[in-house]
């Protein structure tokens, strides 16, 4: 009997370069940064298949601690960097790395394409709701009022929610979580990778310099637990420290409330169960914000549809088959020619 | 369908037809009137009786403009002879006018004693108003100064198409046929590739072929059997020596999507080519979003930065990444660019320049770019430029710049202009097969490899495709270290990096071929020097001028940057430095800081090409009279 040795198992550590992580000590990112290498062991990524983009800014230096390939690209555009790439090798798995100001401000338009066309890909979005690089200057996450060295009376517009934009771009696979949730990030990230067509998933990634304790609300630990909901697909959404609250569509409304399990005769059997591929529930539990509802996390969306690289396959078999020549010799001869003779 | 014709030496005509050694003719009509199409088949039938020729179209920028309106004048023009025709023409000698808004719009580019063949159909109340006229030119004597042939060409297409039951809208729209079977006879063209194509066209409506054929010969028949003009006998151009081989007429956007196809096929790189739609450089686009079956990937992006940006991905996957657009464009696409530079990945930007600055006039022609080209992006950063001369040199410009990007992995950067991108002329058609191939060898030494490892020669550096085991690196726009690739703020490096990317492409000058002197003496009065679109009205100029006895060189550049190791050399060999130029002195700019040559600028920016003319006054007022 042959005996196949099975290669190695790569681990973590073996997914990061040998560069030095220069992101201010305490933040956010080295986090993010281990969860992503856990993943990359957890699916068994291959090194030289997996490509990581990036923009500008601090989360932009991602590609360069990891082992794999990396392309750190310019200002909002690595949404188009990878399509570029994957519509040239769709065989690579491209993860790209972003920041709010990177990917919702001056590179918005880059991913609602991106979202909009399906191109797969997994896309992470490091919110930290200010701009860290540039020391500080409020972002299109940052709430209403923020004082940054460029709005010093506070600022003045309206932040954006990353899961509604891409919920209106057109996402078909949209998560949420928490730098500070070691132990589930692998796991959202591993769903996302899972996941064929264009996977946004947003963390929250506190800034420690700039921003600290901007998610404190729902990220200290005590109150953790009533807070934050963690979704499952299939399961009621229950949630707080003893699972005494849960969420219902409320009457005449659409959208969730929060009710109390036991209290005004409500059961388990009155809350709502999570069904990912549900769009209206999707967009409902990206609504919520605020101090009377919790914030979800986890997988909020997974309904998959044909991806943009199996569109343009398509398409391109389809060429192939009509073509009446492959031949460019014969293609520059069809249509009306003309030979002239020799005097 | 591939239809072959040959072409036959030197049919004899019993007729005393008048001979000319070249002929300008201008179709114009309302947009409807299917003027390009008649250009088109004239052109064909004038290619097919041996002459050369060049044709310019002249469309209006609206979309849809209102019938009878000066500004829906749609144009076609074609310079046809016996002689090297190089440019459209100046000035025309046959001009046709549909309705009296094409009159009123092209009346000015008609020679003296020119030829007006006009439609009185359309010259009703309501047009003549629409048009601007008063009176009825054709009757009030202001057309005096020309030879006028005015028809009821739309009661005589009715006529003529009567018996084949179409509708009269049907039946008027045959007008375009009526008119050009009248021209074919004028010039003794022959009909059949015409009635071929009307047939293949109409398949499926025979009817609609049929009266088509009916006022294609009609108005052949018109021509032939009445007196049109006094003593008119047609005219004969005799036939114009033309190298034998296989020929089609081909515009620079055609020949430039397929000279990039057959560089990616030369260099056996899949073709990704992303562009956003911008006039005139969208039928660039629109060629190659048909040839998924050549290996070519057409991706249209959301805008233009991203369409740099996907190309850029593209290379780095290990594709050819083109991305096209026009000088706006070229602009958002700066720094994107400057990402490909300092991560030395090839790139090819097509720019088909157009009339600025902002929105400017993009319909109009202009070679205003070169700054942009050249210098247009922060930093130091310098690229490859080239430019195409015609349209059929747009094939051979095109597989230089793959040949280059992917040497040096490097961005080039391919001027072209509205004119040649529209502008179509014969081209004796090239045998792809046998041309010399030049395959890129990606990385796959993974011993002491790091991704900015320099080939010696060409200082281009490795190019390592995602994909394969033990090449994975990092690279950005952050940079890098010469001897690792790693991040580096280290000042002496950066001073070498600067160094490395300067001498790169400093050095494609070694590997590109020496400036020739396209027409004239090596050494002597005067150097014409141009690039780009101006190779015709240039060349002709100085052919003209040489006849006259005038002491008179034409050199004219398609690499523009770097330029030509000999160019500095040469040109001081000549007493006079002269560059026309379709814009306010960008060459001359270049040429005078690289050289300290006293060169001085022709210059024009209107939107239309140089005329002959105007070059020959131009060239005599600096010979001093």
């Given at each position: 009997?042959n005996?196949?040795?099975?290669?190695?198992?790569?681990k973590?550590?073996?997914?990061?370069?040998?560069?030095?992580v220069?992101?201010?000590?305490?933040?956010?990112?080295y986090?993010i940064l281990r969860?992503v290498?856990k993943a990359?062991?957890?699916?068994g990524?291959k090194k030289e298949?997996?490509?990581?983009?990036s923009?500008?800014?601090?989360?932009?230096?991602?590609?360069?601690?990891?082992?794999?390939?990396?392309f750190?690209?310019?200002h909002?555009?690595?949404?188009?960097?990878a399509?570029?790439i994957?519509i040239?090798n769709?065989?690579l798995?491209?993860?790209?790395?972003s920041g709010?100001?990177?990917?919702?401000?001056i590179?918005g338009?880059?991913?609602?394409?991106?979202?909009?066309r399906?191109?797969?890909?997994?896309?992470l979005?490091?919110n930290?709701?200010?701009?860290?690089?540039?020391?500080?200057?409020?972002s299109?996450?940052s709430?209403a009022?923020?004082?940054?060295?460029s709005?010093p009376?506070?600022?003045?517009d309206?932040?954006?929610?990353p899961?509604?934009?891409?919920?209106?771009a057109?996402?078909r696979?949209?998560a949420?979580?928490?730098d500070?949730m070691q132990?589930?990030?692998?796991?959202?990230?591993a769903?996302?990778?899972?996941?064929?067509?264009a996977?946004?998933v947003e963390?929250?990634?506190?800034?420690?310099?700039?921003?600290?304790?901007?998610?404190?609300n729902?990220?200290e630990?005590?109150?953790?637990?009533?807070?934050?909901?963690?979704l499952?697909?299939?399961?009621?959404m229950?949630f707080g420290?003893?699972n005494?609250?849960?969420?219902r569509v409320?009457?005449?409304?659409?959208?969730?409330?929060?009710v109390s399990?036991g209290e005004?005769?409500?059961?388990?059997d009155?809350?709502?169960?999570?069904?990912?591929?549900?769009r209206?529930?999707?967009h409902?539990?990206?609504?919520?914000?605020?101090a009377?509802?919790?914030?979800?996390?986890?997988v909020?969306y997974c309904?998959p549809?044909?991806?943009?690289?199996?569109?343009?396959?398509?398409?391109q078999?389809r060429a192939?088959k009509?073509?009446?020549?492959?031949d460019?010799n014969?293609?520059?001869r069809r249509g009306?020619?003309w030979?002239?003779e020799?005097a | 369908m591939?239809?072959?014709s040959?072409v036959?030496?030197?049919?004899p005509v019993?007729?005393?037809?008048?001979?000319?050694?070249?002929?300008?003719?201008?179709f114009a009509g309302d947009?409807?009137d299917?003027?390009?199409l008649?250009?088109?088949?004239?052109?064909?039938?004038?290619a097919?009786?041996?002459?050369?020729?060049?044709t310019?179209?002249?469309?209006?920028?609206?979309?849809?403009?209102?019938?009878?309106?000066?500004?829906?004048?749609s144009?076609?023009?074609?310079?046809?002879g016996?002689?090297?025709i190089?440019?459209?023409?100046d000035?025309f000698d046959?001009l046709v006018?549909?309705n009296?808004?094409?009159?009123k719009v092209e009346l000015?580019g008609?020679?003296?004693?020119?030829?007006?063949?006009?439609?009185?159909?359309?010259f009703?109340d309501?047009n003549l108003r629409k048009?601007?006229y008063?009176g009825?030119p054709?009757?009030?004597?202001?057309?005096?100064a020309y030879?006028?042939i005015?028809?009821?060409?739309?009661?005589?297409?009715?006529?003529?198409?009567?018996e084949?039951?179409?509708?009269?809208k049907e039946a008027?729209r045959?007008?375009n046929?009526?008119?050009l079977?009248?021209?074919?006879?004028?010039?003794?063209?022959k009909?059949?590739?015409?009635t071929d194509w009307?047939?293949?066209k109409?398949?499926?409506r025979p009817?609609?072929?049929?009266?088509?054929?009916?006022?294609?010969?009609?108005?052949?028949?018109?021509?032939?059997?009445?007196?049109?003009l006094?003593?008119f006998?047609?005219?004969?151009i005799?036939?114009a020596t033309?190298s034998?081989?296989?020929?089609?007429a081909?515009?620079g956007?055609?020949a430039?999507?397929?000279?990039?196809?057959?560089?990616?096929?030369l260099?056996?790189?899949?073709?990704?080519?992303?562009?956003y739609?911008?006039t005139?450089?969208?039928s660039v686009l629109h060629?190659?979003s048909t040839?998924?079956?050549?290996g070519?990937?057409?991706?249209?992006?959301?805008?233009?930065?991203?369409?740099?940006?996907?190309?850029?991905?593209?290379?780095?996957a290990?594709?050819?990444?083109?991305?096209s657009?026009?000088g706006?464009?070229?602009?958002?696409k700066?720094?994107?660019l400057?990402?490909a530079?300092?991560t030395e990945?090839p790139?090819v930007?097509?720019?088909?320049?157009?009339a600025?600055p902002?929105?400017?006039?993009p319909t109009?022609?202009?070679?205003?770019?070169?700054?942009q080209?050249?210098?247009?992006r922060?930093a130091?950063s310098?690229?490859?430029?080239?430019?195409a001369?015609?349209?059929?040199d747009?094939?051979?410009?095109g597989i230089e710049a793959?040949?280059?990007a992917t040497?040096?992995?490097?961005?080039v950067?391919?001027?072209?202009?509205?004119?040649?991108?529209n502008?179509?002329?014969?081209?004796l058609?090239p045998?792809?097969?046998?041309m010399?191939?030049?395959?890129?060898?990606f990385?796959?030494?993974?011993?002491?490899f790091h991704?900015?490892?320099?080939d010696?020669?060409?200082l281009?550096?490795?190019?390592a495709?995602?994909g394969?085991?033990g090449?994975?690196?990092r690279?950005?726009?952050?940079?890098?270290?010469?001897?690792?690739?790693?991040?580096?703020y280290?000042?002496?490096n950066?001073?070498?990096m600067?160094?490395?990317?300067?001498a790169?492409?400093?050095?494609?000058a070694?590997?590109?071929?020496?400036?020739?002197?396209d027409?004239?003496p090596?050494?002597?009065?005067?150097?014409?020097v141009?690039?780009?679109s101006?190779?015709g009205p240039?060349?002709?100029?100085?052919?003209?001028?040489?006849?006259?006895?005038?002491?008179?060189s034409?050199?004219?550049?398609?690499?523009?940057?770097?330029?030509p190791k000999?160019?500095?050399?040469?040109?001081?060999?000549?007493?006079?430095?002269?560059?026309?130029?379709?814009?306010n002195?960008q060459?001359?700019?270049v040429?005078r800081?690289?050289y300290l040559?006293?060169?001085q600028?022709?210059?024009?920016?209107?939107g239309q090409?140089f005329?002959i003319?105007?070059?020959?006054?131009?060239?005599?007022?600096?010979l001093?009279g």
């Amino acid at each position: 009997m042959n005996v196949v040795a099975k290669p190695e198992a790569l681990k973590p550590k073996d997914y990061a370069s040998d560069q030095e992580v220069r992101w201010c000590p305490g933040c956010g990112d080295y986090a993010i940064l281990r969860a992503v290498q856990k993943a990359l062991a957890d699916i068994g990524a291959k090194k030289e298949k997996t490509v990581f983009v990036s923009g500008i800014g601090c989360a932009a230096r991602f590609p360069y601690y990891l082992s794999t390939y990396g392309f750190h690209t310019i200002h909002g555009r690595a949404p188009s960097i990878a399509t570029g790439i994957k519509i040239t090798n769709p065989e690579l798995d491209v993860w790209i790395v972003s920041g709010d100001g990177d990917s919702l401000s001056i590179g918005g338009n880059h991913l609602l394409h991106l979202i909009r066309r399906n191109v797969d890909v997994q896309f992470l979005l490091f919110n930290n709701e200010i701009y860290g690089l540039t020391k500080g200057q409020y972002s299109p996450t940052s709430r209403a009022g923020t004082r940054s060295p460029s709005t010093p009376l506070g600022s003045v517009d309206k932040p954006i929610s990353p899961v509604a934009f891409a919920l209106g771009a057109g996402a078909r696979f949209i998560a949420r979580g928490i730098d500070s949730m070691q132990k589930k990030l692998p796991d959202v990230f591993a769903r996302a990778h899972a996941h064929k067509g264009a996977s946004f998933v947003e963390i929250y990634q506190n800034c420690i310099v700039y921003n600290d304790g901007v998610f404190s609300n729902f990220t200290e630990k005590d109150v953790v637990a009533n807070r934050q909901i963690h979704l499952e697909h299939g399961k009621p959404m229950i949630f707080g420290a003893e699972n005494q609250f849960g969420l219902r569509v409320a009457d005449g409304k659409l959208a969730l409330e929060v009710v109390s399990i036991g209290e005004d005769g409500i059961t388990e059997d009155d809350i709502v169960v999570h069904d990912e591929t549900d769009r209206i529930m999707a967009h409902m539990l990206a609504e919520m914000q605020g101090a009377d509802r919790p914030v979800a996390i986890g997988v909020l969306y997974c309904d998959p549809m044909a991806s943009y690289e199996e569109g343009m396959q398509g398409l391109q078999a389809r060429a192939e088959k009509q073509a009446m020549t492959h031949d460019l010799n014969e293609l520059l001869r069809r249509g009306h020619t003309w030979t002239v003779e020799d005097a | 369908m591939s239809t072959i014709s040959t072409v036959k030496k030197e049919v004899p005509v019993d007729a005393p037809r008048a001979e000319l050694e070249s002929a300008v003719v201008r179709f114009a009509g309302d947009s409807g009137d299917g003027m390009q199409l008649t250009g088109g088949q004239f052109t064909l039938a004038t290619a097919l009786a041996g002459n050369d020729l060049a044709t310019f179209p002249d469309f209006p920028a609206e979309i849809r403009a209102p019938a009878g309106t000066t500004f829906g004048v749609s144009s076609f023009q074609i310079n046809f002879g016996s002689h090297g025709i190089k440019t459209s023409g100046d000035s025309f000698d046959l001009l046709v006018a549909m309705n009296p808004a094409a009159l009123k719009v092209e009346l000015k580019g008609l020679k003296q004693s020119g030829i007006i063949l006009a439609d009185t159909g359309s010259f009703s109340d309501r047009n003549l108003r629409k048009a601007g006229y008063d009176g009825n030119p054709l009757e009030d004597g202001s057309l005096d100064a020309y030879r006028v042939i005015a028809l009821d060409i739309s009661q005589l297409t009715l006529d003529s198409v009567k018996e084949h039951g179409l509708s009269n809208k049907e039946a008027l729209r045959c007008k375009n046929l009526w008119t050009l079977g009248f021209i074919y006879w004028m010039f003794g063209r022959k009909r059949k590739a015409t009635t071929d194509w009307l047939e293949t066209k109409f398949a499926k409506r025979p009817e609609l072929a049929a009266a088509n054929v009916a006022a294609l010969n009609a108005g052949h028949a018109v021509a032939e059997t009445s007196e049109i003009l006094d003593g008119f006998q047609g005219f004969a151009i005799p036939q114009a020596t033309i190298s034998p081989g296989q020929y089609r007429a081909v515009t620079g956007a055609e020949a430039m999507a397929w000279g990039l196809t057959a560089g990616c096929q030369l260099a056996e790189l899949q073709m990704v080519f992303c562009s956003y739609p911008i006039t005139p450089a969208s039928s660039v686009l629109h060629t190659l979003s048909t040839m998924a079956a050549f290996g070519v990937t057409t991706f249209q992006a959301e805008d233009e930065i991203a369409a740099a940006c996907a190309a850029i991905g593209a290379s780095y996957a290990g594709g050819m990444g083109i991305t096209s657009s026009s000088g706006p464009g070229v602009a958002l696409k700066g720094e994107a660019l400057g990402l490909a530079i300092s991560t030395e990945l090839p790139l090819v930007v097509l720019n088909s320049q157009r009339a600025g600055p902002s929105t400017g006039m993009p319909t109009k022609t202009e070679q205003s770019d070169l700054y942009q080209s050249v210098y247009g992006r922060n930093a130091d950063s310098p690229v490859c430029v080239l430019a195409a001369r015609s349209p059929a040199d747009c094939f051979d410009v095109g597989i230089e710049a793959v040949r280059i990007a992917t040497k040096f992995m490097t961005p080039v950067i391919v001027l072209t202009d509205g004119y040649i991108g529209n502008a179509a002329e014969p081209w004796l058609i090239p045998d792809v097969a046998e041309m010399r191939k030049f395959p890129v060898n990606f990385e796959a030494e993974t011993e002491d490899f790091h991704p900015f490892k320099r080939d010696p020669e060409t200082l281009a550096r490795s190019w390592a495709v995602p994909g394969v085991a033990g090449l994975e690196h990092r690279i950005g726009g952050i940079e890098k270290d010469y001897d690792s690739g790693h991040i580096s703020y280290d000042p002496a490096n950066h001073q070498k990096m600067t160094d490395a990317r300067f001498a790169k492409i400093k050095g494609i000058a070694d590997d590109t071929p020496p400036q020739k002197v396209d027409n004239g003496p090596e050494i002597g009065k005067m150097a014409i020097v141009g690039w780009g679109s101006s190779y015709g009205p240039i060349s002709r100029a100085v052919d003209n001028l040489l006849a006259e006895g005038l002491e008179v060189s034409h050199i004219h550049i398609r690499n523009i940057w770097p330029l030509p190791k000999n160019l500095g050399g040469l040109l001081s060999g000549f007493d006079q430095v002269v560059v026309p130029e379709m814009n306010n002195g960008q060459m001359l700019t270049v040429l005078r800081s690289e050289y300290l040559v006293d060169a001085q600028g022709i210059n024009k920016v209107t939107g239309q090409p140089f005329t002959i003319a105007e070059l020959e006054e131009g060239v005599r007022a600096r010979l001093g009279g």
